[in-house]
Structure formats: structure tokens, C-alpha cells
């Protein structure tokens, strides 16, 4: 498996801008929910409440995070870990802000997180049309280890299962502010 290098996590960090890391990355917080949840509605069919990010909030075993741009929040990734294994939940850019590298940085962050929390592995589900999404995977090092038929309604549609080896992940990523 292709294992992920300094180089894929520089770029997860975007383009650096004056004054510092572009995207700010840091832990979501409860008062940035209303937000999240708008930034869910629109990208999700079958929406997460704003009452399941708030629950999220207080699993001690739940890592979220969102990307600030302009004091707002531009995008926000959920992942929880469980003995050395980690899911990534959800991950999500707003919309007229996607394809500008947002999403790639939630990600390289997410992963930081996992391997300091001590997973070495993480798993997701991912629609089979999702081109997107599967292709920001597949270029960080997931791979497609199975499949879980109609796990998505409206529309219907496959689950595929993708898996990052962390071992020897190579972590430069600098930790999220608080
Ligand atoms: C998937 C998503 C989070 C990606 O975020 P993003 O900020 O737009 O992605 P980035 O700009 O960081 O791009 C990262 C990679 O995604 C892929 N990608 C992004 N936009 C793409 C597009 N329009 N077409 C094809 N691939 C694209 C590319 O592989 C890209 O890497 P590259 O720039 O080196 O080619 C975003 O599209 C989104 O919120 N989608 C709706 C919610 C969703 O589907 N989430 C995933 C559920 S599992």
C-alpha cells in the first residue's frame, strides 16, 4: 500500500498565506454547530442534526475539527477512534468553497489526529458515485477494501468501504488550535 510522505502533507496544509497556515484548522467548538449543521444540510441527502454534532462533542473518543477562512467556517471533518482503529464520520467543504484545497487540509489533519491517538488504521464509507470524495481518498492512500450494499437511501445506492494503513505515516502536519 502506498504509504503517505512529506510531500502529500505539505500540500495538505494549502497554500500558506501571509500571517500564517491557511486554512486555520482548530477543534470545532459548540458555538460553531449552527454553522456546521448548515454546511451538513447542504451537502448531505441524510443530514447530521445539529443535535448529533453536539453529542459528538462530548464523546471523549470523537475528534472534530473545522477549517476557519474569514472568521467562518469553511468546511469541518468528524472522526472517532476506537481501540487502534479510527472512522472517519463525516467531512465536508461549504459549497463555492470547494476545489481549493479546504478539504485535503481537514483530511491531512484528521489523519494527524488518528495516528496520535493511536489508531493505525482508518476506515470510511463512501458512496459508489461519490467521484469527488473517492479521489481526494484514493490520492491521500485509502484504498477500497469492501462494499455494503444499499447502506445509503435517497438516493439508494452501495456503501464502498476504504482504508488507510497509518504505520508509517509520515506526520508534519502541525497541531490544530483549541
Ligand atoms: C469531498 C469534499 C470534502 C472535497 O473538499 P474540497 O475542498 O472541494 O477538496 P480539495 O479542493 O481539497 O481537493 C482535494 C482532492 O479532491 C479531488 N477533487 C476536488 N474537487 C474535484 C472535482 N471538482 N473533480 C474531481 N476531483 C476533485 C481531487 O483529487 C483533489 O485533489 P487535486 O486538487 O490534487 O486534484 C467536498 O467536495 C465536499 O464537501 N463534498 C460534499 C460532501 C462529501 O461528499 N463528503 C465526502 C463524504 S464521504
Request: glycine share 8%; net charge positive; no cysteine.
Amino acid at each position: 500500500m502506498r504509504q503517505l510522505g512529506p510531500r502529500w502533507f505539505a500540500r495538505a496544509q494549502g497554500p500558506v498565506e501571509e500571517g500564517g497556515k491557511w486554512p486555520k484548522v482548530r477543534r470545532m467548538r459548540r458555538q460553531d454547530v449552527r454553522e456546521v449543521a448548515e454546511i451538513e444540510r447542504r451537502s448531505y441527502s441524510l443530514p447530521w442534526s445539529a443535535f448529533t454534532f453536539r453529542s459528538l462533542l462530548r464523546r471523549p473518543n470523537a475528534v472534530l475539527l473545522v477549517a476557519e477562512e474569514n472568521r467562518d467556517i469553511a468546511g469541518y471533518a468528524a472522526l472517532w477512534l476506537a481501540a487502534d482503529e479510527a472512522e472517519l464520520g463525516n467531512l465536508a467543504v461549504r459549497p463555492g468553497r470547494r476545489g481549493r484545497g479546504i478539504g485535503r487540509a481537514l483530511l491531512g489533519h484528521m489523519l494527524e489526529e488518528a495516528a496520535r491517538g493511536g489508531a493505525r488504521a482508518v476506515f470510511l464509507e463512501v458512496r459508489e458515485s461519490n467521484a469527488i470524495a473517492r479521489r481526494l481518498y484514493e490520492a491521500s492512500g485509502f484504498r477500497i477494501v469492501g462494499s455494503r450494499p444499499d447502506y445509503y437511501a435517497s438516493p439508494r445506492e452501495d456503501a464502498l468501504v476504504m482504508r488507510l494503513n497509518l504505520d508509517r505515516l509520515s506526520l508534519t502536519v502541525s497541531r490544530p488550535g483549541r
